[in-house]
């Protein structure tokens, strides 16, 4: 399990994550949600180390996170992660000779699923197919742990839901999944749970299936009504 716990930090004076706790759970996929500037993006690299965080702590297996560990957890930015100038394929060598974990036969089943070419050079797709380039990459190697940050903005609904529909096969085997995303009615369906973030904190943690029978209401209506925007949004 992941576990962050009391996780604080400040961009200079202005705290951007506040007493952030909760966990990540293997094959449960979780979906971080909130306005734009609630701290998603800044939780996440908080998470993989690429900013420093003031308080807290982050455990894999009841143990301080360490910089060994990180092998165990993938991180898909928002942005493009692979050289332009690469091919698909030069990526992919790419990564199986810098990364132990490296799946070659993971790596042949997600070209297949996504539709891509070895050939294809990077700089010549489209905005789609770089995120599934991205994905790609990401899901070949070996890891317990998948954080993904808006793997569907700018991109098309049919293209959407191929990724999306990534996520009911057993290409993720039992991954745990933390996913930051505005599309949210594109993974609504496969959801375990939400964290509801606004202003840093985390003002609401839910099942979103629960929420649905018990309050019959969906995840887009409890980020609605958290706002005060039961009419419009
Ligand atoms: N490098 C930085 N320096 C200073 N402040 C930053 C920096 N990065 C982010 N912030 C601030 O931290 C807060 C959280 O930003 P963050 O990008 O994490 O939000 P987000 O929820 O990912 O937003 P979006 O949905 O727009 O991607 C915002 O107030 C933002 O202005």
């Known amino acids: 399990m992941l576990e962050v716990k009391q996780l604080s930090k400040t961009y200079g ?17 979780t979906c971080l949600i909130g306005l734009n500037g609630a701290g998603k ?8 180390r690429l900013t420093p965080y003031q308080e807290g702590d982050i455990l894999l297996d009841g143990q301080s996170l360490t910089v060994d560990d990180f092998d165990r957890l993938t991180y898909v930015p928002d942005k493009n992660i692979i050289p332009k100038s690469m091919t698909i394929q030069q990526a992919l060598d790419y990564h199986g000779t810098y990364f132990a974990h490296f799946n070659e ?11 891509l070419e070895r050939e294809e050079v990077i700089a010549k ?3 789609g197919n770089r995120a599934r380039a991205n994905l790609l990459m990401a899901l070949s190697l070996e890891s317990d742990y ?4 808006e793997p569907f903005s700018g991109i098309d609904i049919l ?6 529909s ?6 993720l085997e039992n991954r745990g999944v933390l996913i930051a995303t ?10 375990d749970k939400v964290i509801l973030l606004d202003d840093g904190r985390i003002i609401r943690e839910f099942y979103p299936e629960e929420v649905r029978l018990t309050e019959g209401k969906s995840i887009v209506d409890v980020l609605k009504e958290a706002h005060g925007h039961e009419e419009i949004y």
């Open 13 to 29: 004076k202005k705290r951007v994550l506040e007493e952030i706790t909760f966990s990540l759970k293997p094959n449960e996929v």
């Open 41 to 48: 993006t800044t939780l996440m690299d908080t998470i993989m």
């Open 105 to 115: 036969k993971r790596a042949a089943e997600l070209l297949d699923f996504f539709k």
């Open 125 to 127: 797709m489209s905005k």
């Open 146 to 149: 998948l954080l993904l940050d």
């Open 159 to 164: 293209t959407r839901e191929r990724i999306a």
């Open 166 to 171: 990534i996520f009911t096969t057993d290409l």
């Open 182 to 191: 505005h599309e949210i009615q594109d993974i609504e369906h496969l959801v």
